[in-house]
């Protein structure tokens, strides 16, 4: 075994040294298995690039340790230069001097010396510790998984497909597309959401280099890129998805309902079900929790009426085991449950119902088809008031980020209502307008200019239930007047948070998740799409609230990410 190389970056970019590494330099020496150190004023420039290529092949050092400012910024330069001088980069570490800089004062560079010995040494250890795999080298594996059936999952899904590799597009629903497959139009050209995503979602579902592995989630994950095994479990459907024809016979015939997901509760499913007309795959699953058989011991319509036969009620969760060499995550959103909003009354008053729920009222294929009526008794709304940042810029009691498509949404949402309601009120209460996408602006001012929609500039205080209307307390605060709007109908912009599950999804992958959930990139100016993890990539909703726009963008980045890696190898 040779010597761990040692690289003192004192980092003097910005005209002053943070610690003296001629401390470090002096006490490194007495190891004997630390090869003499070598320090640049500033590693990542091109000249300390230089010096560090030079040190290394010059000497017979086989792990090193670079100290950095910013290892997110320079440690892929760093390991590119270790790989092309034939070091193994398993046995060497770019380590953040940070943490030890934090307690020492400024100019205290003798004792911010010590502090980074601390870690150096420590570092030194354990990269000695480290063992070479007696493995025999196994193949890069280029093929992909896309975890999420999303529009962002779909876009990096056929941009590789295209590409020519494998892809494992992975959903835990029984069909692709993800939330857009709720929304009726987007903005701000109001196209048809479905004439937008069907023709993708067939796309990916007939794609001869894209794999559907829907109703599945991900239940383990080993090794590293180009060699990394997923263990997935696939749900019981209690349909045979192989002898399916998806005629939906059995969904036509069976009597039990129950209040659906999909429709935001406001319309009824069967205990057999798809999502949606255009779902892909259009295979029904069944719903044990609701099911006659499974809950009473009887009823077996499906069974009896499905010409061939593929009602299986013994199905049993199975397990199958991939290999990928790259991982892309994009597991979108959910909205903040308007029921945990209490203090405002926003969970216990009827026809309150949060943005997807409008959605659904405005689709053609929603509960309603397509008419806006307010749920509790089917009536068309005439004063709808429209609130945002709910649960969204609320540090003291819920999520202190800015959802970011709200307001775009709200203003679609509001003119949706008077193109359908034409004698309709619409009020908007907001903090403050965020509309920085191309033609969004325009949209904005469209929507109060040619349809009327009255903006409110603050926050509402309380909501509260008054014969058939629902009373909106709130304040106009540039005009410093209280509103009180006895409205029919109030639609939330709730926060957008991480789906569910995707905190526990992040330890499995080993990658970084934020405090509330959202997956964290190795740097969110340089490396917006690496998880800081080689060979997992992340895109969309998953790492934090965006529109479609930028979603799709982040997609088509991540795909490519994925196929400089596979260029490399």
């Known amino acids: 075994m040779g010597s761990v190389g040692v690289v003192l970056c004192p980092c003097d970019l910005e005209g002053e040294p943070l610690f003296d590494p001629d401390v470090l330099t002096e006490k490194l020496k007495g190891r004997k298995d630390v090869l003499p150190v070598v320090y640049r004023s500033a590693a990542c420039s091109e000249s300390g690039v230089e010096a560090i290529r030079a040190f290394v092949e010059k000497s017979d050092v086989d792990r090193i340790v670079v100290t950095c400012l910013r290892p997110e910024l320079f440690g892929p330069t760093c390991m590119r230069v270790l790989r092309q001088s034939g070091r193994n980069t398993a046995f060497s570490e770019v380590i953040d001097i940070r943490p030890a800089l934090a307690s020492v004062e400024k100019g205290g560079l003798k004792e911010a010396a010590e502090h980074v010995l601390d870690l150096v040494e420590k570092k030194i250890d354990e990269v000695r510790g480290r063992v070479p795999s007696l493995k025999e080298k196994i193949p890069f594996t280029k093929r992909v998984m896309v975890i999420g059936g999303g529009i962002t999952g779909i876009t990096a899904s056929i941009d590789l497909g295209n590409a020519g590799y494998e892809v494992l597009l992975v959903d835990r629903l029984p069909s692709i597309g993800g939330r857009m497959l709720q929304l009726s139009e987007t903005f701000p050209t109001l196209d048809c959401a479905q004439c937008t995503l069907t023709p993708k979602t067939v796309e990916t579902g007939q794609h001869p280099q894209i794999r559907l592995i829907t109703y599945s989630e991900i239940e383990s994950v080993s090794g590293e890129v180009g060699n990394i095994l997923v263990k997935i479990r696939r749900k019981a459907a209690y349909v045979d998805w192989e002898k399916c024809t998806g005629c939906g016979l059995c969904q036509e015939k069976c009597p039990s309902k129950v209040a659906s997901e999909f429709e935001r509760g406001m319309g009824l499913g069967k205990a057999i079900y798809t999502l949606s007309p255009q779902a892909v795959p259009n295979k029904p699953v069944i719903n044990r929790e609701v099911c006659r058989f499974f809950t009473k011991g009887k009823c077996r319509v499906c069974e009896k009426v499905c010409p061939v036969g593929a009602i299986d009620y013994e199905q049993e969760d199975t397990f199958i085991e991939e290999r990928v060499g790259a991982i892309i995550v994009a597991t979108g959103f959910d909205l903040y449950p308007k029921e945990e909003i209490g203090e405002y009354g926003y969970g216990d008053v009827p026809d309150v119902i949060d943005g997807l729920a409008f959605e659904r009222l405005n689709s053609a294929s929603g509960p309603t088809a397509g008419e806006i009526r307010r749920p509790s008794d089917g009536h068309i709304p005439k ?16 999520m202190p980020y800015c959802s970011r498509a709200c307001c775009m949404y709200t203003a679609k949402h509001a003119r949706l ?10 009020y908007i209460f907001y903090m403050d307008i965020r509309s ?14 040619e349809e009327g929609i009255l903006y409110l500039r603050g926050r509402v205080s309380r909501l509260f239930r008054d014969n058939d209307h629902v009373v909106v307390w709130g304040v106009d605060t540039l005009t410093g007047k209280k509103v009180e709007i006895a409205a029919d109908m109030v639609v939330l912009a709730t ?4 789906s569910r599950g995707v905190k526990e999804l992040a330890e499995k992958l080993g990658i970084k998740a ?42 088509n980045a991540a795909a490519s990410k994925v196929q400089a890696l596979f260029a490399q190898h």
């Not at 004063?383 to 819920?398: G, L, N």
């Not at 209502?417 to 619409?426: E, L, N, P, Q, S």
């Not at 926060?495 to 991480?498: C, G, K, Q, S, T």
């Not at 060979?535 to 979603?551: S, V």
Request: proline share 5%; glycine share 12%.
């Open 436 to 449: 920085m996408g191309k033609g969004y602006e325009e949209f904005i001012q469209q929507g109060m200019e």
């Open 495 to 498: 926060a957008m948070i991480p």
């Open 514 to 555: 934020d405090e509330y959930g959202f997956l964290t990139e190795a740097h969110w100016k340089l490396y917006p799409v690496e998880s800081g993890v080689e060979g997992i990539y992340l895109a969309g909703c998953a790492q934090g609230p965006k529109d479609i726009a930028d979603t799709v963008a982040q997609g």
């Open 417 to 426: 209502y008077k193109h359908k309601v034409h004698d309709g009120r619409a």
């Open 383 to 398: 004063e709808v008031v429209f609130i945002q940042c709910v649960a969204s810029r609320d540090p003291e009691r819920y």
